[in-house]
């Protein structure tokens, strides 16, 4: 079993590489795209996969990874299991906030709680930043890729005094509002 692993390459300099998952490839290239064409102070070489393990025959020419992006299809079950296969083929090191779940169009009237439920679950046991995002509008992509070149330029290294292992306090509120509203007291 081939494992990706973080430290074995030196990082290049004011460079920071992405590598996005997704098992079906519906969202992958555009939010390539997307982050390709954000404003950024570094360098950023985004790569896509669709499933782990990675080609062991380009392994020599592969940039280190800085932060590892798993698109989630909520309404697809079959993606989210997939998914947790895929992390049995990455190093520890990427659990300590180099790691983040991206789940697509969650916001959706037809979304799968209990997907949505799973996956949250699944963030949390690895401490790793859940995004909700809505990939099928330029200003849902824009926003998508500003938050992914956060996160990456944090697992990088090019925020002075900030560890990677702060990227979950980045996401608490990035979880879509339940079903139903919370009523405030009048005394609140």
Do not use: W
Not at 10 to 31: F, G, M
Not at 128 to 142: I, N, V, W
Not at 147 to 157: D, Y
């Amino acid at each position: 079993m081939s494992v990706l692993k973080l430290f074995h390459k030196h990082p290049e300099l004011n460079t920071a590489s992405i590598l996005l998952v997704e098992t079906e490839r519906q969202h992958q290239d555009k939010l390539a795209e997307a982050i390709l064409a954000a404003q950024r102070s570094f360098n950023v070489n985004v790569h896509l996969a669709d499933s782990l393990p990675l080609p062991t025959k380009n392994e020599a020419n592969r940039p280190r990874i800085d932060l590892v992006v798993f698109i989630v299809n909520h309404f697809n079950s079959h993606s989210l299991e997939l998914t947790k296969s895929y992390l049995q083929h990455l190093d520890v090191m990427y659990f300590l906030g180099r790691l983040c779940f991206l789940v697509s169009d969650a916001r959706s009237a037809k979304s799968d709680r209990d997907i949505l439920h799973a996956v949250r679950e699944m963030a949390a046991q690895y401490s790793s930043p859940l995004l909700f995002t809505e990939l099928q509008t330029e200003q849902g992509l824009a926003t998508a890729a500003d938050r992914l070149l956060v996160f990456t330029k944090v697992s990088a290294g090019f925020v002075p005094g900030v560890s990677s292992l702060f990227l979950n306090t980045l996401t608490s509120c990035s979880h879509p509002m339940e079903s139903s509203p919370t009523k405030l007291s009048d005394t609140d």
